[in-house]
């Protein structure tokens, strides 16, 4: 099937905006991840949503960080009141779980630049 | 400490030399290993994965894992300038509900 797919590829907005990121996994992962990456710099965990468990939310660098995962599928990160520094790329990646082999898979990032 | 420990580079090697890269980790509970690469503007890629002691290859690139030590090594043989690219090292154990735990990578650079 396919892979994991993020929308939209591109974001630009204006300070103080809100803005939703989506990420549609692979079929059948129960893993999903949100990470950052600023320009020239590593990934950034934001948040783990793992099956029907309270996601792991210990990355979320502020309160206007929230992500949820309906029907333990699609996931959407939003950010609101947007500031300049939340400008990178918002990367989705998935996986499924189990004692061994759990590959992460990455989607395509969405990159979010806000003015 | 950071849970994951790469050292940022940049490492440069020759065109057709082994570049070795290395993580080492923190959790003596970790299980699974993994090497990503990620080239600039792109999303991070599987390379090899390893679980248990020892060497694995696959093509040109070797992963070696010492649980003992806590590292975990990438070699890539006969090195290509289209190597070229940062590696993660990442790493997952049943304690943390498996949730990948990234470094901060190592950039390659391969010298034509």
């Known amino acids: 099937g396919a892979g994991v797919s993020q929308s939209p590829s591109n974001k630009v907005t204006e300070k103080g905006k809100d803005v939703e990121l989506r990420c549609d996994p692979i079929s059948g992962h129960t893993a999903l991840y949100w990470y950052r990456q600023s320009l020239g710099q590593g990934l950034e965990f934001l948040i783990y949503?793992?099956?029907?468990?309270?996601?792991?939310k210990s990355g979320l660098p502020s309160d206007r960080f929230s992500a949820e995962r309906t029907g333990g599928s699609v996931s959407t990160l939003t950010i609101q009141r947007t500031q300049q520094e939340d400008s990178a790329v918002y990367l989705c990646?998935?996986?499924?779980?189990?004692?061994?082999?759990?590959?992460?898979?990455f989607g395509p990032g969405t990159r979010l630049t806000v003015l | 400490q950071k849970e994951v420990e790469q050292n940022s580079g940049p490492l440069s090697v020759p065109e057709g030399a082994i570049a070795s890269l290395n993580c080492t980790y923190s959790?003596?509970?970790?299980?699974?290993f993994f090497w990503y690469r990620q080239y600039s503007g792109k999303s991070p890629e599987l390379i090899m994965s390893i679980y248990s002691n020892g060497d694995k290859e696959d093509g040109r690139f070797t992963a070696q894992l010492n649980k003992a030590s806590q590292y975990v090594s990438l070699l890539i043989r006969d090195s290509q300038p289209s190597d070229s690219a940062t590696y993660l090292c990442a790493v997952t154990a049943v304690s943390r509900t498996y949730k990948y735990i990234f470094g901060t990578g190592t950039r390659l650079k391969v010298l034509a």
């Open positions: 990646a998935s996986s499924s779980s189990g004692p061994i082999g759990d590959t992460q898979y």
């Open positions: 949503f793992q099956g029907n468990s309270a996601p792991d």
């Open positions: 959790d003596r509970g970790s299980q699974s």
